[in-house]
């Protein structure tokens, strides 16, 4: 079993002379490329990767057994690097994945993709056909650098097996830095067989790349002064939060400042849900407080968020009323989508250390009590009434009731995905971990099994449609294989359901190649050698959950829900967030 990583760290941005917490006892001695790859790792504090081997890697595998690794065998390559990348939001660590060369690399772009765009840290490592072989066509060839140069924050190829060491030092440094993302090395076989000294530097030091975590104090002092002036301010928490590990510090300054919490999709546990001033997910699937609120706000401030389309709808009529304060690690995301008065480039953790002592204790007390007037007060009622078996909302709620709210959960992509992020109420960080950026279908299983590797302490629960579960489900296998005590919620409607929606509400119901016909996923799951639990009427739900959380080892329950439940709200292409359609079963109810 993989040794546990440690939860995630405090905020404390890594500096540019990291350090080895000790020296590898392998210092000095002349070992294989393999070997020195291993021993970089071990010197980094890995202890689990994930991968799948191949003719170009042969050499690392046949050095993994004598290295202190533990290595996950996956099933697809595109599993490797997507488990790595949940490892990694479970655990605050960089995630590590292998691939051999050609199809083996080439499978990780995606994950490459969905990290980038999600600042996850990862590193894969990727073998090459031999030095003399390179540009010649061979066998399992593909210029991995030049194919994966738009979907990383950097990528290298290592020429001489003395290089190794200062690569995977490097590479670690830029994927956790700054703002994190993925960093891919591709080291050629014959680099790999080739022998050198082991030598771990102490210090990474790159003259073209600085990042700013300390914020400009002038411009600290300007966020200030909008958020004392400010009678109808709103606050935006991002993942940044999150990647900063800085919840402790942004709850004392929502607290302070008395300032309601609005969160993008992955900034969903920065700040509890459950608290007085949190209104819940903004955006194209938000709460309809949540978008009223960004409608009316005199000033919006955003903390570790970029201004995605799915948060912000149409750009003109997005926050129409406000001054934007925003706060990014990244310079470019500053004014990228949203015009921005007050800008401050940082670590979220040093800008909120920086704005707590400069913010003026208020209530807004006026403010938050017109928003709350913006709350469906018919909504629960009107769903528990709704003539739906089961009731895809219920399945969620019953997973967190009986969770305590405790559970990791990891979705795929699409209706199920915005259930989850809508009503499991998160209240704790790194709990919620999904696909944002990307949409990536297939993600929520191996996402589960490297989060449930990172935080074996942790229950975890993957939340899947029965399509995207279909692209990943011979991970089961790897759960299995590797004993992991966790369950899969497989939400069945028998249609590619988002996609199914859009051609409901923007097609005229022209619903073209979405009905999806699914295995037995009961035997499917007996197949693979775990529990399959079957869930039909709404009076089943608790004690099936109940059931699966009492049995050691994989579990899946499949849920068959309404064919044709849809969510909302939902934004119509090209609308801003104050024109979502509403559930008219919900509306009738509340009138």
């Known amino acids: 079993m993989a040794v546990a990583a440690t939860p995630r760290r405090a905020p404390s941005p890594p500096p540019a002379a990291g350090r080895a917490a000790t020296a590898h006892p392998a210092e000095g001695q002349v070992l294989s490329g393999s070997q020195l790859t291993c021993a970089a790792l071990e010197a980094e504090g890995v202890?689990?990767?994930?991968?799948?081997?191949?003719?170009?890697?042969?050499?690392?595998?046949?050095?993994?057994?004598?290295?202190?690794?533990?290595?996950?065998?996956?099933?697809?390559?595109?599993?490797?690097?997507?488990?790595?990348?949940?490892?990694?939001?479970?655990?605050?660590?960089?995630?590590?994945?292998m691939a051999t060369s050609g199809p083996g690399a080439t499978n990780l772009v995606t994950g490459l993709a969905n990290a980038l765009l999600d600042s996850v840290p990862l590193v894969a490592i990727t073998g090459q056909v031999p030095q003399p072989m390179i540009g010649r066509d061979a066998f399992q060839e593909v210029d991995i650098t030049g194919i994966t140069l738009p979907v990383t924050k950097h990528n290298y190829l290592v020429q001489r097996a003395e290089d190794i060491a200062p690569t995977i030092k490097e590479a670690f440094y830029l994927a956790r830095s700054g703002r994190p993302g993925p960093v891919l090395v591709d080291i050629p076989k014959n680099v790999f067989l080739a022998r050198a000294p082991f030598h771990y530097p102490e210090t990474v030091a790159r003259r073209g790349y600085q990042p700013s975590h300390i914020p400009n104090q002038r411009q600290v002092r300007l966020a200030a002064e909008a958020i004392n002036r400010a009678e109808r301010p709103l606050i935006m928490a991002g993942h940044g939060i999150m990647l900063a590990g800085a919840t402790d510090l942004f709850r004392e300054f929502v607290e302070r400042s008395g300032i309601p919490v609005i969160f993008t999709l992955l900034g969903l546990g920065a700040f509890p849900e459950s608290h007085p001033l949190s209104l819940g997910m903004m955006g194209m699937h938000g709460h309809r407080e949540a978008n009223a609120a960004l409608e009316r706000c005199d000033l919006l401030v955003n903390i570790g968020a970029r201004f995605d389309d799915r948060a912000t709808g149409r750009i003109d009529g997005f926050a129409p009323n406000a001054k934007v304060v925003h706060v990014d690690i990244d310079p470019a995301e500053i004014g990228k989508n949203v015009v921005t008065d007050v800008p401050v480039v940082g670590d979220a953790g040093e800008a909120l250390r920086l704005l707590i002592p400069e913010v003026t204790p208020r209530r807004h007390e006026e403010w938050v009590a017109w928003i709350d007037t913006q709350r469906n007060r018919?909504?629960?009622?009107?769903?528990?009434?709704?003539?739906?078996?089961?009731?895809?909302?219920?399945?969620?709620?019953?997973?967190?009731?009986?969770?305590?709210?405790?559970?990791?959960?990891?979705?795929?992509?699409?209706?199920?995905?915005?259930?989850?992020?809508?009503?499991?109420?998160?209240?704790?960080?790194?709990?919620?971990i999904s696909s944002g950026g990307l949409g990536t279908m297939g993600y929520g299983l191996p996402a589960a099994i490297g989060a449930k590797i990172g935080r074996p302490d942790l229950e975890v629960w993957a939340v899947v449609g029965d399509g995207g579960f279909q692209m990943s489900l011979n991970e089961l296998a790897t759960a299995a294989q590797e004993g992991l005590d966790l369950n899969v919620a497989v939400i069945n409607n028998g249609y590619l359901g988002m996609?199914?929606?859009?051609?409901?509400?923007?097609?005229?119901?022209?619903?073209?190649?979405?009905?999806?016909?699914?295995?037995d996923f009961v035997k499917l799951a007996e197949a693979y050698g775990v529990t399959g639990i079957r869930v039909r009427r709404d009076d089943e739900i608790l004690p099936a959950i109940e059931r699966a959380r009492s049995i050691p080892g994989p579990v899946v329950v499949e849920f068959v829900v309404e064919p044709e439940a849809n969510v909302y709200p939902i934004v119509p292409p090209g609308a801003s967030n104050s024109e979502a359609m509403h559930d008219r079963w919900v509306d009738e109810a509340s009138v």
Not at 59 to 84: I, T
């Open 378 to 432: 018919a909504l629960h009622a009107a769903l528990e009434d709704r003539p739906q078996t089961p009731e895809p909302y219920a399945i969620i709620r019953a997973i967190a009731e009986a969770t305590d709210g405790q559970a990791i959960v990891t979705t795929d992509v699409g209706q199920h995905q915005m259930w989850s992020a809508q009503h499991f109420g998160y209240d704790h960080p790194d709990r919620w």
């Open 47 to 97: 202890s689990t990767v994930f991968g799948y081997p191949g003719g170009a890697v042969i050499p690392l595998y046949d050095a993994l057994p004598g290295s202190s690794l533990h290595h996950v065998l996956v099933r697809f390559e595109q599993w490797a690097v997507l488990a790595a990348d949940g490892y990694a939001r479970a655990t605050g660590e960089v995630g590590v994945c």
């Open 499 to 519: 996609v199914r929606q859009w051609q409901d509400l923007f097609h005229a119901k022209n619903y073209s190649e979405v009905a999806i016909s699914g295995p």
